[in-house]
C-alpha cells in the first residue's frame, strides 16, 4: 500500500479517528475480515464480526506506537493485531468450553 494513504490513516487515527478507522477499514478490512475467518473458522459470525471491530479499535488505541519510518508496513501491523486479536479470541472461547 502506498504509503500516503498509510500516513493518511495513521494522521486521521489521531485526528479524526472515526474517519481514521473507516479508511483503515476500507483499504485493509477485506484482508481483515479472512484473517479473523480463517483462525475463527468454527465460531460464530458475531465472534468474527467482534474481533474485526477490536482490531481497528486496538489499532486506534495503539496508533502512537507504530513508527512508520520502521520497516514494518502499517498493513502488516493491522494484520498482526488481526491475528494476534483472533487467536486471543480463540484461547478464550477454548478456556471457556473446557471449563
Request: charge should be positive.
Amino acid at each position: 500500500m502506498d504509503k500516503f494513504k498509510d500516513k493518511k490513516i495513521l494522521y486521521l487515527l489521531q485526528k479524526n479517528p472515526e474517519e481514521g478507522v473507516s479508511l483503515a477499514l476500507d483499504i485493509y478490512g477485506g484482508a481483515v475480515k479472512t484473517i479473523c475467518r480463517n483462525i475463527l473458522n468454527d465460531c460464530k459470525s458475531e465472534d468474527i464480526e467482534e474481533t474485526i471491530s477490536d482490531t481497528f479499535l486496538k489499532l486506534w488505541q495503539n496508533v502512537d506506537k507504530y513508527k512508520l519510518e520502521k520497516s514494518t508496513s502499517l498493513k502488516s501491523y493491522i494484520y498482526a493485531i488481526a491475528r494476534n486479536t483472533a487467536l486471543d479470541k480463540r484461547y478464550c472461547k477454548t478456556l471457556k468450553s473446557s471449563s
